[in-house]
């Protein structure tokens, strides 16, 4: 991986500022996603429910809450040097998510959407430095996924 201890550091610091409400930057993410793409929403169960009523939705609230709560396992596992057991679930995760449909670009709008939502939970926080980490290790931990996606789809 390449993140420098100061960048790892950073997303730390700003993650224990976040993870006081994982299901509200959840719910920020998922909203943000499903404007950035309309399409998505078709690949998941609420996807019935109305833009306006999701938050109202327990299956959007357990979907945005669970996504949130890998994110800060990942993290843990960032944080622990345990870089071995991060790649491998990251390209489970990846696996996963093929048989929901997913594309390798859907993970690009969910980045879009994260980054979003971290700046909203973050405010003046969120600065240059922490989008730059931040990027660079939703960028890092996608190309994982991407890895277990494609390996998924050639089975």
């Avoid at 109202?56 to 945005?64: A, G, I, P, T, V």
């Amino acid at each position: 991986m390449s993140l420098t201890s100061a960048q790892v550091a950073l997303i730390e610091s700003t993650w224990k500022v976040v993870k006081k409400d994982l299901q509200g930057a959840g719910n920020i993410m998922f909203l943000k996603l499903f404007q950035i793409d309309v399409s998505v929403r078709d690949k998941f169960p609420f996807r019935d429910v109305p833009y306006e009523e999701l938050e109202d939705s327990e299956s959007f609230l357990k979907h945005s809450l669970q996504v949130m709560e890998t994110i800060d396992l990942a993290i843990t596992l960032l944080l622990g040097g345990e870089m071995e057991k991060l790649v491998e679930a990251l390209v489970d995760l990846g696996m996963a998510h093929a048989m929901q449909g997913l594309k390798p670009e859907d993970f690009d709008h969910v980045g879009e959407a994260l980054v979003h939502a971290l700046g909203v939970a973050l405010g003046k926080e969120f600065n240059d430095e922490a989008k730059k980490a931040w990027t660079l290790l939703y960028s890092v931990v996608t190309a994982k996924m991407k890895e277990g996606l494609k390996e998924a789809q050639e089975d």
